[in-house]
């Protein structure tokens, strides 16, 4: 039985947060697991690139059953990563399993996926309100424990997404093909919400908007997301496919000033 973990952190230049981050998984009540850091601090490759750079690792070990994709910012409780994967084991359609994210106080941040596009919606109830399992639109990429047999099915992430909507696209992509996306409440973890958030350096929004873009194109002018979306039902396609041309000239305005 492939039982091994494999966890993979894209690290950027916050050795603290790495430090505690591992300090973290080691204290897990699961053994068998290896860490797989992709340095990212000189030659930036951004998020997807590195999260691909594990997966073909750990695909190479044939004990890897399990990848553990996690930001340098989130840390797990000790029961978190035995959590989700004991669920993976007893749900054998579960392709994607996610512990619940809190902040400090432990206040909720992420309990769930609502809208993906443009920029996604997470969904926010009370700690106590959580129970069991339930299905959620998408992983949020934070912290995600995907199964093998899901890679071998779909592939590594879609590297045109360089820094954004990655795990959306991979969870759309997953249940598309009848795999279940799951919140498992029981699993928690802290997550400080630092390294996707809002940036100040021109180059990474400049990225992100192309990621946005190319998100668009790929599934929101399709029927299948209409279908499997939270917000599908009421997208509006003129107002976006305006609101992604405007996009595209600041786009190409980004490119004739360099």
């Known amino acids: 039985m492939k039982n091994k973990i494999l966890v993979i952190i894209p690290y950027y230049r916050n050795s603290e947060a790495l430090s505690r981050c591992i300090e973290k998984i080691r204290d897990s009540t699961f053994k068998s697991l290896e860490i ?10 951004l998020y997807t690139a590195a999260v691909n750079e594990g997966l073909k690792v750990g695909m190479a070990n044939a004990e890897v059953g399990f990848f553990l994709v996690l930001n340098q910012d989130c840390y797990l409780e000790s029961l978190a990563i035995e959590t989700l994967a004991s669920h993976l084991v007893n749900f054998a359609n579960c392709g994607i399993a996610c512990p619940l994210q809190l902040d400090k106080d432990n206040n909720v941040t992420w309990g769930g996926s609502l809208d993906a596009f443009p ?32 890679i071998e099915e779909i592939g590594i ?3 045109n997404l360089r820094f954004m909507c990655s795990d959306s696209d991979y969870s759309f992509t997953a249940r598309s093909r009848g795999w279940d996306v799951t919140v498992v409440p029981t699993a928690r973890s802290e997550h400080a919400i630092s390294s996707s958030g809002k940036s100040s350096d021109y180059d990474i929004n400049l990225i992100k908007i192309k990621d946005i873009i190319y998100f668009y194109e790929k599934w929101i002018s399709g029927e299948l997301y209409g279908r499997i979306s939270h917000e599908g039902q009421t997208l509006n396609s003129e107002e976006l496919a305006r609101w992604v041309k405007d996009l595209r000239s600041e786009v190409g305005k980004a490119a004739l000033i360099f």
């Open 119 to 150: 920029l996604g919606k997470h969904f926010k109830l009370p700690l106590a309100e959580y129970y069991d399992p339930f299905p959620t639109y998408w992983a949020n990429g934070a912290c995600m424990m995907i199964r093998r047999s899901v």
């Open 36 to 45: 797989f850091v992709r340095d990212n601090s000189n030659d930036n490759i």
């Open 157 to 159: 992430l879609d590297k």
